[in-house]
């Protein structure tokens, strides 16, 4: 199978199962060398002193919680012009595209950031669509990690109702797709140093009107 046909193939499954399940998870979204790249980004950036003690909460009340959430995380920049990121957009516009052809969901935009656990970090259960906000429509994960193996926790543990749940395991090149509005979900103590790109696409707001648009800020 070509690339191309490939990432069709690829579009095609995440959308058939966000129309079915409301979730879509598909290993291996991006290519090695992509993701090793958009690792390496996010370690320089972390050195530099990019990245931030992650917070909860939204505008003026939004606050550090280490007993909420113990990541560090850093904004995409859409102006930023390192290849793996310039793929990483690329990816994630022709999926943009693909959903709104085949579910009609309105999407206009993505804001997503590198997300960076230390080892025993985790992130308590959360919905990631605020109460009196509903922009985000699709929350978005892709997994940039080595070798990653189930004894190194870390796992998204996504929670279906009813009491059930489901675990994916943070590996490399896994893209993690789900209804903002409908699955609460939580990561589970990490054993290892655990590298991820988090974000949602959004509906329209008020003066934005470009993808990949700049984050809302307290």
Known sequence: MSTASAVDAA???VCTAIAEHGMAIEPEFLSAPVVSGLAAEARRRDAAGEFHAARVGRGHERVERRDVRGDRTAWLDQRASVP???????ALEKLRFAL?????LGLLSFEG???IYPTGAFYRRHR??????????????LYLNDDWMRVD?????????????QDVLPIGGTLVCFLAERYEHEVLPTSRERFAVTGWFLRRRPGTDEFFSAPARA
């Open 84 to 90: 793996e990121e310039i793929a990483l957009r690329a």
């Open 128 to 141: 990631d669509r605020f109460r009196d906000d509903d922009a985000r429509v699709l929350s978005c994960i």
């Open 100 to 104: 709104n052809q085949s579910q009609l």
């Open 153 to 165: 926790g870390g796992a998204l543990r996504i929670h279906l109702g009813g009491g059930q749940a």
């Open 113 to 115: 950031h590198y997300a």
């Open 11 to 13: 579009l095609s499954r």
